[in-house]
């Protein structure tokens, strides 16, 4: 009988072509399932949460495995840990624990939150780098603000909807869109259920326009009513972006 595990991991997207294996190159999903057959020689495929692209990063992404093994969840936990070190994979398994077999890290999840980060000043990111935006011009955090307010909601977000998204519908519900400055940093706190693909990326990059200038905040409910991706600004660099938490009832 098979015992299906909850796993919650970290990891630097910078060197990773995002969540989902590829064959040109290192992914998460890819270094947690070497991992995992590391320790207990059994080959799985490693269920997440959500898909993140190449260059984004995960504070607590979320995914499920099946084993034939019944495993300690503290082994387990270690083990993969250890596995992942020797690889140099920039991931890391914060916690395991043991889940009923209709969990799905996925199809369970009833919210997904998001962090994006920018940093705002003339001097290169030494520190941050490939992990915050770097926008040389002062931003208007509170036109930035007031421009937010118009995706809150129930919409059709096709303006902000990658060109490949495979989404059956572009109708999202963004229950959350706070902004948050602390001096030269400005964080995006964003949740709802799902996201178009760029979803995020797409309404930051086009907030940023809001707050240099080169939008007014109501542009922003005209752009959302165009339903016309080239109507909205670009998409904000992958570094910035944090997948910070999946929910769960």
């Not at 995006?188 to 086009?206: K, W």
């Amino acid at each position: 009988m098979t015992q299906r595990y909850k796993i919650v991991i970290e990891y630097d997207g910078t060197d990773l072509l995002g969540w989902q294996k590829q064959l040109d190159g290192p992914s998460a999903q890819e270094y947690l399932e070497k991992a995992i057959d590391g320790f207990v020689q059994e080959k799985v495929e490693v269920y997440g949460a959500g898909r993140t692209d190449a260059g984004v990063h995960a504070l607590a992404q979320v995914a499920h495995f099946d084993l034939q093994k019944d495993v300690d969840c503290f082994r387990l936990r270690e083990a993969m840990n250890a596995h992942l070190r020797n690889m140099g994979a920039p991931v890391a398994v914060l916690k395991a624990e043991k889940v009923a077999p209709d969990f799905h890290a996925r199809y369970s999840a009833t919210g997904r939150a998001y962090i994006y980060r920018i940093t705002a000043r003339r001097a290169p990111l030494i520190l941050e780098k490939n992990r915050s935006w770097a926008v040389v011009v002062p931003l208007d955090v509170e036109k930035m603000r007031e421009g937010a307010k118009f995706l809150l909601g129930h919409h059709d977000f096709t303006s902000f909807r990658a060109v490949k998204c495979q989404a059956k519908s572009p109708i999202k519900t963004l229950d959350k869109l706070d902004i948050v400055q602390d001096g030269e940093n400005i964080t995006f706190f964003v949740e709802a259920r799902s996201f178009l693909h760029h979803q995020v990326r797409n309404m930051v990059g086009t907030l940023k326009l809001v707050g240099d200038g080169h939008l007014n905040p109501q542009d922003i409910q005209t752009i959302l009513e165009a339903k016309d991706r080239t109507k909205a600004g670009p998409t904000a660099p992958a570094c910035g972006l944090y997948l910070s938490k999946i929910m769960y009832d």
